[in-house]
């Protein structure tokens, strides 16, 4: 058993302190504001960045990073407020393709500055130019190690 280094222990706590509290401090600044979760801020984003404003649901499973059936469930409760809507795909019929409505893309742009700014104020405000490059570069290291075949 190779154990962590006290540098690397330091490291993991900090990180683990960041994983825990930046999300949790997101999704409490859309429930407030926007009467959105982080991950139907997340989806709904996804989907407005895309051309035809849709995705497969196995897909978008994967772009929010959660599960096939979490993303379900959300789905449905954005069905109910007109914000989303599902559809067979088109090319086989078989699975579902979510598709963001208009309302659900107003929904995206309205609530999107409050998100970017409270992303400012809790993560780069608090970080130098160098510092998010280096940021970069380590995310990016440890989602290599996570995800090599870069299925999310």
Known sequence: MRWLSDDEQRAWRALVGVIMLVPSALDTQLQRDSQLTH???????????????????????????????????????????????????????????????????EKVVESAPGHVGEVRKLVFDALTPEQVKRMEEVARAIIAKVDPDETC
């Open 39 to 105: 991950f139907a801020y997340t989806v709904m984003a996804m989907l407005s960045e895309s051309p035809t404003r849709s995705a497969r649901m196995s897909e978008l499973a994967a772009l929010a990073n959660g599960s096939q059936s979490r993303l379900s469930h959300l789905v449905a409760r954005l069905e109910e407020r007109g914000w989303v809507r599902r559809e067979r795909t088109p090319e086989d019929g078989r699975g579902y393709v979510a598709v963001l409505t208009d309302a659900g893309y």
